[in-house]
T-cell receptor
Framework: EADIYQTPRYLVIGTGKKITLECSQTMGHDKMYWYQQDPGMELHLIHY???????EKGDLSSESTVSRIRTEHFPLTLESARPSHTSQYLC?????????????FGPGTRLTVL | DQQVKQNSPSLSVQEGRISILNCDYT??????FLWYKKYPAEGPTFLIS?????DKNEDGRFTVFLNKSAKHLSLHIVPSQPGDSAVYFC????????????FGTGTSLTVIP
């Protein structure tokens, strides 16, 4: 069973607030990912990491930032939340050689910005 | 512009029958494909994958077929069970083009007991 956790599961916050979405995995995977998904739409990769001190932007432009100081931790930060950031955010990790090897997903954080 | 398309947003199938979920892609550089299953309030879970060197991969009740000339893949579930009711996403990647990968919009499968 995959061990990847996301907190909070749900977050409702006002415009302009700084937020950090947490993601942790206990599988020792080098690769980690953040996706954004709106209802009925595809998952869009917004950030990924090959390992500690590695961060890359995905195919969907995002105003969020990420950091990877520890293998198990890959937090996503929004400096100033806006209603357009309302979405579901999914974190994932994998151990394969290629990025699209089997990924293990967390349960997601549903963010609502008022 | 969507590079991976799942044109059927939903599908209903009777228990015990075959479920066929379809996925089309536009980029001929894609060479690795996966299917994920997602239950409500949970993250997607990996189901089955296929490399472009194969045209079929089977795992228990799940079989994925790849038709490279048509840029089409399908997931067959036989026999379908009520527990298979979920949203199914296909994903495609190009290992030759900078490790890009894309997900489809998903098909919601309902298996009727």
């Amino acid at each position: 069973e995959a061990d990847i956790y996301q907190t909070p599961r749900y977050l409702v916050i006002g415009t302009g607030k700084k937020i950090t979405l947490e993601c942790s995995q206990t599988m020792g995977h080098d690769k980690m990912y953040w996706y954004q998904q709106d209802p009925g739409m595809e998952l869009h990769l917004i950030h990924y990491s090959y390992g500690v001190n590695s961060t890359e932007k995905g195919d969907l432009s995002s105003e969020s930032t990420v950091s990877r100081i520890r293998t198990e931790h890959f937090p996503l930060t929004l400096e100033s939340a806006r209603p357009s950031h309302t979405s579901q955010y999914l974190c994932a990790s994998s151990e394969g050689l290629v990025l699209l090897d089997e990924q293990f997903f967390g349960p997601g954080t549903r963010l609502t910005v008022l | 512009d969507q590079q991976v398309k799942q044109n059927s947003p939903s599908l209903s199938v009777q228990e015990g029958r075959i479920s066929i979920l379809n996925c089309d892609y536009t980029n001929s550089m894609f060479d690795y494909f996966l299917w994920y299953k997602k239950y409500p309030a949970e993250g997607p879970t990996f189901l089955i994958s296929i490399s472009s060197i194969k045209d079929k991969n089977e795992d228990g009740r799940f079989t994925v077929f790849l038709n490279k000339s048509a840029k089409h893949l399908s997931l067959h579930i036989v026999p379908s069970q009520p527990g298979d009711s979920a949203v199914y996403f296909c994903a495609a990647s190009s290992t030759r083009a900078g490790n890009q990968f894309y997900f489809g919009t998903g098909t919601s499968l309902t298996v009727i007991p």
